[in-house]
């Protein structure tokens, strides 16, 4: 017959294994649309960076962590702190995922940069340029990156993701706003 401890090892060990598998595809699958569901209603295209992904998973990897330690540990003073740091690296990790986006209506693009707590929001007058990195390939020129510099001294550049593929409303509302839009080969 089992005794307690056992059965409390194979429920701590098969949460660890889930939490692990949810560390690989749950910042996408879970941490993005639950956050994107947050913004607002308004924003025409939302986005994120990879490192929303990375620290999400790292911070979900840290749970999974927590109970391989439930699991193997039998030196509760230790488990416990062990798991208390472990469960700090979690919420901050989960935190700085679902504070990394960037989105954008139709009067104004609103950042949260990652590592970043807080978010920034630009009208459309407050854009000094918006900068297309150009890249020749096979015979004709090719988006490598997108940057918007504010007039502020900011400066945020896309060089992957939802952005370099559907920025030009921005660059039509700089431009009625009164900004530079500026094509660069590089």
Do not use: C
């Not at 798991?83 to 935190?95: E, H, K, R």
């Not at 007058?125 to 490598?144: H, I, Q």
């Amino acid at each position: 017959m089992y005794d307690f401890v056992d059965q409390k090892r194979v429920i701590s060990f098969t949460l660890a294994v889930i939490f692990f598998i949810l560390a690989l595809i749950g910042p996408a699958a879970i941490l993005l649309p639950f956050r994107n569901g947050f913004l607002t209603r308004e924003a025409q295209v939302i986005g994120t960076s990879g490192w929303s992904l990375i620290t999400g998973g790292a911070g979900l990897l840290a749970i999974a962590i927590i109970f391989v330690l439930f699991a193997v540990m039998e030196k509760k003073g230790l488990m416990i702190a062990l798991s208390l740091v472990l469960l700090g690296v979690a919420a901050f990790g989960i935190t700085l995922s679902a504070k990394d986006y960037y989105y954008y209506t139709q009067d104004r693009f609103v950042i949260s940069p990652p590592f970043s707590l807080e978010a920034h929001t630009y009208h459309w007058d407050d854009f000094e340029e918006v900068t297309e990195n150009l890249t020749k390939e096979g015979g004709s020129l090719k988006v490598e990156s997108v940057d918007f510099l504010m007039k502020d001294g900011a400066r945020y550049s896309f060089d992957s993701g939802i952005m370099v593929q559907q920025y030009q409303p921005i660059i039509y509302a700089v431009e009625n706003a009164g900004g530079k839009h500026v094509r660069k080969e590089i």
